[in-house]
């Protein structure tokens, strides 16, 4: 679903009929109006096929997404929702799970509070008026087509990306216009704007009544009323742990007039990135057929042939491989309705691979007798000796111990990794992180602060990786009853036997008695985007070398194409610090040829 409204708090130069005409603009047929006061909502869809989100109403909220009951497990009823509007949001909400936006307002209309789910694939990005009112959309070129102004650049934001990446975060890449983070709440009055995480992931830590259960059981009850609308359900299939698991929990569940397939994307001439084997493996015990699809002439770099209905609303990896996307999608069917389903995000939330603090946890919750076992178990799995791993745990339990604010391991990693090519004075900006960071306790264990942090970047990571906006990916790994599941393990039991994601591993293999799940390598794309280099390097050199942050002086040009040349090459060197600004440039040129 697509959509854009207003809440007013003074008289605004934009009426009803603004937002009616962007939002048509990008929907099959003519868009849906509600007022509710001050509030004025305007939704459609851009394919009536594949789009089952909803609107659901009461006397002082709406609720717009995909929604689903929490205790009897199937999509929310509209007149469930009615009879709900004697509670308050809070209450509401934990009733529910999904993607949604929740909006309510108070009986005078002075303060509305903004609600997203724990995911957020439904976004909410909305720009400020000096007198408190607010324009919003789910996305960003909307907002533009309603204001009818050219955008300028938040340059913070584009190199705080350039090095770290996305993030989930308040700022975008445009100036004054902000987006609310998943599992968090805006609360607006006429005179202030507060944002504060509404959903805390620590809170379900040794939930007892969540681990009655095992994680195919929870995968199952998720994903049933995920799928129940569509025709075809397709899951993308490498033959790893994650999306092997979500075959199998289908193939459990599935009806009669569905059809259940899995695809498998592969380069027919390198060995790293072909798992076609391992993919024919798991369709061939579960009796399910397999699209195969061969990527070697749809390499990165290669120009895509559509357009998308709607710009960007962040760079994201994934833009240097569009014509990638473009053949994957050619391959879904598109005569009935389907959801493609990826098993993205398990690896955050069940730690892939552990974090070495789990050590830190286990002596903290039960001291140390028996932590030279999971000393052990983690140089096994590390194939390292005792002694970093302890001065790693030693460092971790002193900051515990006295209280002190913990270091984003990630972030400090990706800080080392600047290339010389970057000038590191002008591009080194504050970065605005997810508000969980602010809330949470100098007592969280180190090992479950680390789970957080892999949380929020998978989050960040599947927000953008879209397959294209009419036909999304959807990644159920990151759905908050399996994320809530996730959470209330302590870090030490995720991993097992020298196995990461044991929790999981081993309730598929119990219900389903595969060997499959227990597979330890991993396919890697390196060197697709080495040959995509190679035989776009014109294309590549035109996009790097001649474009904004060369021109900002961001970047030194002549370090950056030897960098290129490299990469080409087969040098790995800085590749990631180079996907990020070709992500960038390829962001920036969506935005400026199509600008108004």
């Known amino acids: 679903m697509i959509y854009a409204g207003l809440l007013k708090f003074g008289s605004l130069p934009l009426t009803e009929k603004n937002l009616q005409e962007a939002v048509e603009s990008f929907t099959q047929d003519s868009p849906s109006v509600i007022r509710k006061g001050s509030l004025v909502l305007c939704y459609g869809k851009l394919s009536n096929l594949q789009d089952m989100d909803a609107v659901w109403e009461n006397a002082l909220s709406l609720l717009i997404g995909r929604v689903f009951d ?10 469930t929702f009615r009879e709900l509007s004697l509670l308050n949001g809070e209450e509401i909400l934990e009733k529910v ?17 903004i609600v997203i789910d724990s995911t957020g694939q439904l976004p909410f990005f909305y720009y400020p008026f000096p007198d408190g009112s607010l324009l919003f959309a789910s996305d960003i070129d909307i907002l533009f087509k309603v204001l009818r ?15 770290y990446g996305n993030n989930s975060s308040i700022q975008t890449p445009f100036k004054n216009v902000f987006e609310l983070p998943p599992a968090c709440s805006l609360q607006i009055t006429k005179n202030e704007r507060k944002t504060t995480p509404f959903w805390n992931p620590l809170s379900f830590y040794r939930n007892e009544a969540i681990q009655e259960y095992d994680t195919v059981n929870v995968l199952q009850k998720t994903l049933r009323p995920w799928i129940e609308p569509y025709q075809s359900v397709c899951v993308s299939l490498s033959g790893g742990l994650d999306s092997s698991s979500l ?9 009669k007039n569905q059809t259940l397939t899995a695809l498998n994307y592969f380069h027919s001439q390198i060995k790293s990135s072909n798992e076609l084997e391992h993919a024919r493996k ?16 749809s ?13 960007p609303n962040k760079p994201f990896a994934g833009m240097v491989s569009l014509r990638w996307l473009e053949t994957i999608l050619a391959a879904l069917p598109d005569n009935e309705s389907f959801t493609f389903i990826s098993g993205h995000g398990s690896d955050h939330i069940f730690m892939r691979p552990p974090s070495k603090k789990a050590l830190s946890d286990y002596i903290i919750e039960k001291g140390l007798q028996g932590s030279t076992q999971e000393l052990k178990n ?9 002694f970093p791993i302890i001065k790693e745990n030693v460092t971790s339990l002193f900051s515990y111990v006295f209280g002190r604010k913990k270091d984003r391991v990630s972030l400090k990693e990706k800080l080392k990794d600047i290339p010389s090519w970057i000038n590191k004075e002008m591009i080194l900006k504050v970065l605005d992180t997810h508000p969980i960071y602010n809330n949470l306790s100098s007592k969280v264990l180190p090992g479950k602060y680390e789970q957080i942090d892999a949380l929020y970047e998978g989050i960040a990571s599947i927000h953008l990786e879209l397959m294209h906006q009419a036909d999304p990916a959807f990644y159920p790994f990151l759905y908050q009853p399996i994320v809530e599941f996730a959470l209330s393990f302590p870090t030490y039991k995720l991993f097992d036997e020298g196995y990461d994601r044991y929790p999981l591993r081993k309730a598929v293999n119990d219900n389903f008695k595969t060997e499959t799940v227990w597979r330890r390598d991993k396919g890697q794309t390196t060197g697709l985007f080495q040959l995509g280099v190679k035989k776009n390097l014109e294309r590549v050199l035109d996009i790097c070398l001649e474009g904004y942050f060369v021109k900002q ?16 090459n087969g040098d790995v060197k800085n590749l990631w610090a180079f996907m990020h600004l070709a992500s960038l440039e390829i962001f920036l040129r969506f935005w400026e040829e199509r600008s108004l």
Request: hydrophobic share 30%; proline share 4%; with cysteine.
């Open 149 to 163: 102004q050219k955008p300028e650049y938040n340059w913070d934001y584009l190199c705080s990306y350039l090095v």
């Open 378 to 386: 983690l140089s096994q799995f590390y194939r390292d000796s005792f």
């Open 282 to 297: 798991v369709c061939e015990e579960t009796g399910i057929d397999l699209i195969e699809v061969d990527v070697s002439n």
């Open 553 to 568: 002086g961001y970047i030194d040009k002549k370090g950056l194409h030897q960098t290129i040349i490299r990469i080409g």
């Open 299 to 311: 390499l990165p770099f290669d120009s895509p042939r559509n357009k998308q209905p709607l710009k």
């Open 97 to 113: 799970w999904g993607k949604y936006v929740y909006i309510n307002a108070n009986e005078t209309a002075t303060q509305f509070n």
């Open 247 to 255: 075959v199998y929990c289908l193939k459990d569940i599935i009806k």
């Open 70 to 79: 929490k205790e009897n497990s199937f999509a929310l009823r509209k007149e």
